[in-house]
């Protein structure tokens, strides 16, 4: 970008024969000079990744079958931002498809709905875990309560014993 700002003046003196204005030359070096610092300024510190960067990589991860990374940059992502609800749904889908981390995913889906109670499909993911933890109390409760946000009569529940995608079947 440098480059491109410095050499305008320049591409201007060689086109079209002159300057423009008295002091072109000048401002076109003072362009380049700032522009070189910030190139080089920008490249000393490293750039935050933003969540939605983190949380496509994690995505990418887990659909390549590489699990334990995607959890890893997932808690990198709610390390950074903890008020991220999606990190803590994904990083407990990825648990719940391991199958022996009910107890972190359980974990996760709490996080979650505390951040973002109006989803409704955080309810369910969490009905699903206290209904393979065998608390169907629990369950039954984190189902009416998601038929509820979804406009849906909370005595028919749709889809509430329905397993997870991202579990695979035993």
Partial sequence: ?????????LASRIFLGGWGFDGAAEIGCLCLLMGAYFH????????????????ERAAEHASAGRD?????????????????????QYRGELYLRHGDQMEAALRDFSEAIRLGPQ?????????HVYSLLGDESSSRTDCAMAA???????????????????????
């Fill in 148 to 170: 509820s946000l979804a406009g849906e009569s909370p005595s028919t529940p749709e889809n509430c014993t329905a397993p997870n995608p991202a579990t695979p079947e035993p």
């Fill in 40 to 55: 080089i300024a920008s490249r000393r510190f490293a750039a935050v990744p933003d969540p939605a960067t983190i949380l």
């Fill in 119 to 127: 989803e409704p499909h955080l309810y369910l993911l969490r009905a």
């Fill in 1 to 9: 970008m440098a480059v491109v700002f410095g050499s305008l003046p």
């Fill in 68 to 88: 334990h990374q995607a959890i890893a940059l997932l808690t990198e992502g709610i390390r950074l931002s903890p008020q991220l609800w999606q990190a803590f």
